[in-house]
């Protein structure tokens, strides 16, 4: 009876061992998923925020470009900012080639360009530019919209990424 009650001892010990040992190889198993995870949506965000940084470049290098081309850059002021703001987003028309609206807006705050022949560079510049960040804001929009069904996609990723990605660190507006 001995014999037997100690062989059940020893069976219930290895069945406790293991399950420990189940226990701790799916807790690393679990644990090297979660950081995987975490190092993907890190480097999602990265590659977002590099993508976000160059388009606001790009916006940049685009309103001196205007100065530039136009010769405009003795009438750089926040009106003239606004003028290239607008004229980015489209605000004068969906075809900039079409521009009459853009130029009145640049005649009517600036009525001694008339002379120039800053208007026949006003229409391609700003044409270009749009384009150029046209460009960039879609891929911005094509890389947020992976990244987010990369987030959600799975049964485990959704709830280890859940209140922490996306995290503040991601500079997307």
């Given at each position: 009876?001995?014999?037997?009650?100690?062989?059940?001892?020893?069976?219930?010990?290895?069945?406790?061992?293991?399950?420990?040992?189940?226990?701790?190889?799916?807790?690393?198993?679990l644990?090297g998923?979660?950081?995987?995870?975490?190092?993907?949506?890190?480097?999602?965000?990265?590659?977002?925020n590099?993508?976000?940084?160059?388009?606001?470049?790009?916006?940049?290098?685009?309103?001196?470009?205007?100065?530039?081309?136009?010769?405009?850059?003795?009438?750089?002021?926040?009106?003239?900012?606004?003028?290239?703001?607008?004229?980015?987003?489209?605000?004068?028309?969906?075809n900039?080639?079409?521009?009459?609206a853009?130029?009145?807006?640049?005649?009517e705050?600036?009525?001694?360009?008339?002379?120039?022949?800053?208007y026949?560079?006003?229409?391609?510049?700003?044409?270009?530019?749009?384009?150029?960040?046209?460009?960039?804001?879609?891929l911005?929009?094509?890389?947020?919209?992976?990244?987010?069904?990369?987030?959600k996609?799975?049964?485990?990723?959704?709830?280890i990424?859940?209140?922490?990605?996306?995290?503040?660190?991601?500079?997307?507006?």
């Open positions: 009876m001995k014999q037997k009650f100690s062989n059940v001892r020893g069976f219930a010990h290895f069945v406790l061992l293991v399950v420990v040992a189940g226990l701790v190889v799916g807790g690393l198993a644990y998923y979660a950081s995987s995870v975490r190092n993907t949506a890190l480097a999602w965000e990265t590659d977002l590099k993508v976000i940084r160059v388009e606001v470049s790009e916006r940049a290098t685009y309103e001196m470009t205007f100065y530039e081309q136009t010769g405009l850059a003795n009438l750089k002021s926040d009106k003239m900012d606004a003028i290239i703001r607008n004229a980015i987003e489209g605000r004068y028309g969906d900039p080639n079409q521009g009459t853009l130029l009145q807006a640049v005649a705050a600036y009525p001694d360009t008339k002379g120039l022949e800053v026949d560079k006003i229409l391609p510049t700003v044409a270009a530019g749009r384009e150029a960040i046209r460009n960039k804001q879609n911005r929009i094509e890389k947020a919209q992976a990244y987010n069904y990369w987030r996609e799975g049964i485990l990723r959704p709830m990424l859940s209140g922490i990605y996306p995290s503040r660190d991601l500079m997307f507006k």
